[in-house]
């Protein structure tokens, strides 16, 4: 029974290696679709470690800080370097610099999950929409009219 209240840590470090993982295959990449199945099985195991813990009552600070570190990651830090790597690869140069703009969502992740600013958890949708986005956009070359350069 004690290798039971520590199951719901073992989700939540399956979430922060599926995070960590994604970001590497983003990086090397940037058309790698594992990565963005690796976001889509990290917010499961995001999902699944609070149910868990509930169910076989354990609960205490050390997983609740782990749990918003393994957010961050996953549903902060992978899903901006794909939204990141999308705006890269299809902005002219004169708009470069408004793929760094993707990591607001790393900022936004981290004070919503420290801070508690924002009730409810919005961070797996928000990550699961990005990767839908590059999944559903992988054979379309995305060159924004209005931002072409002449």
């Known amino acids: 029974m004690s290798l ?7 989700l939540t470090l399956g979430n922060l290696v599926c995070g960590a993982m994604a970001t590497v295959f983003i990086s090397r990449s940037y058309d790698n679709p594992l990565a963005v199945l690796l976001i ?3 917010a499961i195991f995001d999902v699944m470690d609070g149910a868990v ?18 957010d961050v990651v996953t549903l902060g830090v992978a899903p901006s370097t794909i939204i990141f790597a ?9 708009y470069l610099w408004v793929a760094n ?15 508690c600013l924002f009730p409810g ?6 990550a699961c ?17 209005s931002l072409t350069a002449d």
């Open 40 to 42: 889509f099985l990290g």
């Open 121 to 126: 958890s919005t961070l797996p949708l928000r």
């Open 4 to 10: 039971l209240r520590h199951l719901p840590n073992a």
């Open 86 to 94: 999308m705006l890269q690869k299809s902005l002219p140069e004169p």
């Open 129 to 145: 929409v990005c990767g839908a986005m590059r999944l559903l956009t992988a054979d379309l070359p995305f060159k924004p009219a």
């Open 53 to 70: 813990a509930r169910k076989v009552g354990s609960s205490g600070e050390f997983g609740k800080q782990l749990d918003s570190l393994a």
């Open 101 to 115: 703009l993707a990591f607001m969502n790393v900022v936004c992740a981290a004070l919503r999950l420290c801070c």
